[in-house]
C-alpha cells in the first residue's frame, strides 16, 4: 500500500481515495479531494493560499530545513524483503517521529516567544485610542485624585468615604450614580 501526497495542499492520498489526474505529457497529480483538484484546475498557486502545507512553509510556520524530513521523501528502489530489516526500518520511523514532533514543538515555541508582549502592547494601545469609550471613574475616586494633586499626598494615606446605604447602586454611563431604594 503506498501512501501518496496530495499536489495542491501536500496532505496524504491513501489508496482509492482522491483524483488522479494525468496530463497529456503522461504527469500524474493526484489530489485529496475535489478542492485540491478545483483549485488545481483553476490554476492557484498553492503558496498563496493558508490551508496548504505550501504556503506554511513559505510563510515561516513550519519547518523547512530539518534532516528528520529527508526520511519522509519517496524513494523507488525495490528492496528485497527481510523480517530483521523491517523491524528495524519500523523502529527508526517511530523514533523519527519522536524526533521530529520534539523538534516541531521548539519550533513553535520560538516563534510563538513575543506574541503575549506584542498582544499586550497592542491592548494598551488600544485602550489609549478609544478611552473616550471607556466609562467614567466614580466621584469618589475623582475626588480622592483632585485632594491627591493639590496638597500631593499618596492615594493609600486617604481613606476613601465610607456610606452605608439600604439599596443599590446602578453606575450611568455619562459618569453619575443612580440610586435605586430596596424594600
Request: charged share 40%; aromatic share 8%; glycine share 4%.
Amino acid at each position: 500500500m503506498r501512501v501518496e501526497t496530495c499536489y495542491f495542499c501536500s496532505q496524504p492520498c491513501y489508496p482509492s481515495k482522491g483524483i488522479t489526474f494525468v496530463r497529456n505529457d503522461a504527469r500524474v497529480f493526484k489530489f485529496c479531494r475535489s478542492k485540491c483538484h478545483k483549485n488545481f484546475k483553476m490554476k492557484r498557486n498553492p503558496r498563496k493560499l493558508k490551508w496548504t502545507k505550501a504556503f506554511r512553509k513559505s510563510a515561516g510556520k513550519e519547518m523547512t530545513v530539518d534532516s528528520t524530513l529527508a526520511f519522509a521523501a519517496r524513494r523507488n528502489v525495490p528492496v528485497r524483503y527481510n523480517r530483521d530489516h523491517v523491524a528495524v526500518t519500523l523502529q527508526a520511523m517511530q523514533r523519527v517521529a519522536e524526533i521530529r514532533q520534539r523538534r516541531e514543538r521548539v519550533f513553535y515555541k520560538k516563534r510563538m516567544a513575543g506574541n503575549k508582549e506584542r498582544e499586550r502592547a497592542a491592548n494598551r494601545k488600544l485602550v489609549a485610542e478609544n478611552a473616550h469609550l471607556l466609562p467614567k471613574v466614580r466621584e469618589e475616586v475623582k475626588r480622592v485624585e483632585d485632594v491627591e494633586v493639590e496638597e500631593g499626598v499618596g492615594v493609600e494615606e486617604l481613606e476613601m468615604p465610607k456610606r452605608k446605604v439600604k439599596g443599590r447602586r446602578k453606575l450611568l454611563v455619562d459618569g453619575g450614580v443612580e440610586e435605586m431604594q430596596v424594600d
